[in-house]
């Protein structure tokens, strides 16, 4: 018997705390063949495309997640979930195979959800950044860009407020990632300025890969300018 790339996790939601079926994509079926310069995946294989299904979207009452959201709720923010997702919410559920458009359909939810619970600038970051991959999959610059936009604005945000600290998220690989996306939208003075800082910070950093990879993106900026 042939085994399914994917299977269905039982997952308990972290706003009404029901339990529900998700689609997740078995680890072994997972091919990277490679990165681009923000860091967006490419799979050998783009049927199976776990970027698909990290977002866990309650069908009962719509609060949509992923393992990136923190348990704890803000005092206020479980009034306004209630009243701005809940009370419009139709009960749809997204717990089978999804496609390019459904999965950004589950992130523009957790986005919204991310929004209302008060999660990290990074987490927002995170999501906005997957829902720009999502589109240029499909092909779509215009909100490809618009979502670009908005990511390097979160991790500038993130940067700034130190809200990355404790997280996996390096400092390097943040201003590496504002760097990369500012250039991506156009902002050259940010990218210059940011890839300047990730540079400078090349002695204490402990992503050489990355600080590699700064340096192969200022060598083409230069030689662009």
Sequence with gaps: MEISPFYDKIVACLYCKYNFTTTRVRSRFVRVS???????????????????????VCPHCGFSFTDDFS??????????????ITSKWNGRSFGSERDVD?????YKLAYLSAMFKKEKVLTLAGLTLRIAWLYRDKGAEVEEQRFLTIARNFYNASYLDGDFAGTQMSETKVLYLIAELSWKIGDKDEAIKSFSRVLEGQRTSI????????????QEIRAIK
Excluded: C, L, Q
């Design 34 to 56: 490679s990165h681009e310069n923000d860091f967006k995946p490419v799979y050998s294989d783009p049927e199976v495309n776990p970027i698909f299904y990290n977002v866990a």
């Design 71 to 84: 348990p704890y709720f803000a005092p206020g923010t479980e009034e306004d979930i209630a009243e701005r």
């Design 102 to 106: 459904e999965a950004i359909e589950t």
């Design 207 to 218: 992503e050489p890969k990355i600080i590699e990879m700064a340096k192969e993106r200022w």
